[in-house]
């Protein structure tokens, strides 16, 4: 698979089969958000799997229910990802304040979307989560309360194959050349 049809095939998968994902292939994802670049390579990540099926029944059941429902489907993926957004290197906080810019949440983001991508060539899909209840998730986990966890993903082998339209903006309406349009 080329890049570009990578980039084309993956998407946003909200239904998945029980079948576990091998360890292996995680390691695979992993190795994918390791090597992201960041910000004074600070790497300002750590990424929790969690494939033991008590526990992420367990934690889904908690951190996807109230307000949180609306990502109830994540309940049925067989591991789930909480990514813990750790301190920047000295200049990069520095750089950020300065700049008043959270370079941190764009390395956390490079780094996702690296282990996406991994994810989709080896098939096995996902969902980025931004909503969901952290304060949950951080008890189960035993993370310290002054920790964030900014992104959970859900990781499984996709329940349907139905091509799904691209909804984007056009080029031309997210991008120029040479001004501001
Ligand atoms: C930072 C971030 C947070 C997101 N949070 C959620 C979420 O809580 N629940 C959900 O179902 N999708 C979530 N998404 C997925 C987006 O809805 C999805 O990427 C977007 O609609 C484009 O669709 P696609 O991923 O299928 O191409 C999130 C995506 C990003 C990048």
């Excluded at 969690?50 to 951190?63: G, N, S, T, V, W």
């Excluded at 931004?130 to 082998?157: Q, R, S």
């Amino acid at each position: 698979m080329t890049f570009s049809e990578l980039v084309q095939k993956r998407r946003s998968f909200r239904k998945y089969s029980e079948r576990p994902i091998p360890r292996e292939d995680i390691l695979k994802c992993l190795e994918a958000a390791r090597l992201a670049p960041s910000a004074c390579n600070s790497q300002p990540w750590h990424f929790i799997v969690i494939d033991e099926p008590e526990l992420k029944a367990r934690i889904a059941d908690r951190i996807f229910s109230g307000i949180y429902s609306m990502n109830k489907f994540a309940k049925e993926a067989p591991a789930l990802v909480a990514v813990v957004s750790e301190k920047m290197k000295f200049l990069a906080a520095l750089g950020s304040q300065v700049r008043d810019t959270r370079y941190f949440l764009m390395d956390v983001g490079i780094a996702c979307e690296h282990f996406i991508l991994q994810a989709e060539e080896l098939g096995i899909g996902s969902c980025w989560m931004g909503w969901f209840d952290e304060k949950a998730l951080k008890e189960e986990l035993k993370i310290p309360k002054n920790k964030k966890i900014d992104i959970v993903i859900a990781l499984g082998y996709p329940a349907e194959d139905k091509i799904v339209p691209k909804i984007r903006k056009s080029l031309e309406e997210m991008s120029s050349f040479n001004k501001y349009t």
